[in-house]
């Protein structure tokens, strides 16, 4: 039997790029990534992607981790400036798939408190979805790709707004 593309297609990544995966009731849970943060970070930021294979309606309610404080926030630009706020769920309609992605929604880690994410390091983390239930999976810190913010559509916030959690 020939091998299915996907898999071929991750063969040829370099080994640091490889997908992680994790599947639960028909979500699949794509590449939980956090990028590495600055030494003296309060918080960092988690993504990831959630595909709803099946036919009901889902949404992410909560995620789990030991950080003093773990929260689901979403960032817009307004007025030129990027804002996050936090949000209580993450909607994941049946056949869709929702990225949570740098500039958009993501998962706020707070608290790092001087021990910042290393490149090469994992955390654990816990999934909660409101049908599927508790998923657990590892975020792998990646270094920040520098790429991302000449792109333009998450501006050029992202490290300063993030480090404006100290505050709160
Ligand atoms: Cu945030």
Redesign the pocket.
Known sequence: MPKPLAALALLALPAAALAHEYEIDGLSIGHPVAYETAATAQ?G?GYLTITNGGTRPDALIAVVADFPRVMI?T?EMRDGVAR?SRVERIEIPPGETVTLRPGGA?V?FMGLDGDPFEPGETIPATLLFEGAGAVEVEFHVEPRPEGDMAHGTDGHGDHDD?DD?AGH
């Open positions: 918080s930021a926030h960032s996050m993501h706020m993030h959690h």
